[in-house]
């Protein structure tokens, strides 16, 4: 047999959902962009996404799109890939975004089920098919029916994923137990990602592949421990971490990408401006965020700050 067209076999693990950083005048922050790139490159994730739920899509232009797409692949340089987000509820606008996104060097695209317009199912099987027969790219779905309305039937799902271009699927629905129910409909390669932090581990118990991920962004050496533990069957030390994740996914879960972006403004990589509608976050969200932070601590550094401390402290010694 053939190999498939479009291996999947990187698309697992956690991978960040990045936050955009919009500067004081309101424009896209593409230098700190690319350290939020470098950062979690350094914390060996396997691929990081931009311009999707988290990276305020929605109040992008097409062109900073391609930008973003832009700078986010001459950071990565081939070393982990990279997914843009192209969504749309317009077919039409999803494909210049689509098209933008592989001009600019996107391994893979991340396209949402159409939001408002609430398409039937047959609508919504038509939008995505119109998408890959506009692309040479691979093309993970997102079902979010919580932001959407809609949700991606899982005979659509099948459907779809009887061509190899859909490899995956960002599962936002929180229901741990489609994985089981998906598996026997869809090819062997596909891969089930989880899209809801809450429940990723229970998800992976189930036999998810991964998770796209909003907490990566703030707790990547935390997230790849728990993933680890899950995939080793250390079930025990997976559930202690998700315990110990358990207040900042919540705060991060209500107030998603305004209250991921203070997180990480309290932590020194980025300014916590938003884009309208998205507004400041409450005093009483901040506190929730700062306590939770708090209460993990040092274990926020992620990976590549533990390495890079350790050498330091190595050389101070020395």
Not at 119 to 137: C, D, K, V, Y
Request: charged share 20%.
């Amino acid at each position: 047999m053939a190999a498939p067209a479009f291996p999947a076999t990187w698309l697992a693990g956690y991978i960040p959902d990045l936050p955009t950083p919009f500067d004081e005048s309101g424009a896209v922050d593409l230098a700190t962009l690319a350290k939020l790139c470098e950062r979690q490159i350094d914390a060996r994730v396997p691929a990081i996404v931009v311009c999707e739920t988290a990276g305020e899509a929605s109040t992008l232009t097409p062109v900073e799109q391609q930008r973003i797409v832009g700078v986010a692949v001459e950071v990565a340089r081939r070393r982990v890939r990279v997914i843009a987000g192209a969504g749309s509820n317009s077919t039409s606008h999803a494909i210049e975004l689509t098209r933008r996104a592989e001009r600019a060097g996107a391994d893979a695209v991340l396209s949402v089920v159409p939001y408002y317009n609430r398409p039937m199912q047959a609508g919504i099987h038509a939008h995505f098919r119109a998408i890959a027969e506009a692309t040479n790219l691979p093309i993970i779905l997102h079902d979010i029916p919580s932001r959407t309305i809609r949700e991606l039937a899982d005979d659509t799902l099948a459907r779809l994923a009887e061509a190899e271009q859909f490899i995956g699927l960002r599962d936002a629905t929180a229901d741990v137990a489609r994985p089981m129910r998906l598996r026997p409909l869809l090819p062997s390669g596909f891969r089930l990602l989880s899209g809801d932090d809450a429940t990723a581990l229970a998800y992976f118990a189930n036999g998810g592949d991964g998770s796209i991920s909003t907490i990566s962004n703030v707790a990547p050496d935390l997230c790849l421990a728990m993933y680890s533990s899950s995939r080793q069957g250390r079930l025990q030390s997976a559930r202690y971490v998700q315990h110990r994740l358990a207040p900042l996914t919540s705060a991060l879960s209500r107030e998603n990408p305004a209250a991921l972006k203070y997180a990480l403004c309290l932590l020194g990589f980025m300014s916590p401006a938003t884009r309208l509608p998205i507004v400041e976050l409450t005093d009483a969200a901040k506190a929730e965020v700062a306590g939770a932070i708090a209460a993990i601590g040092e274990d926020l550094a992620g990976p590549g700050e533990s390495r890079r401390r350790s050498h330091e402290d190595a050389a101070a010694k020395s």
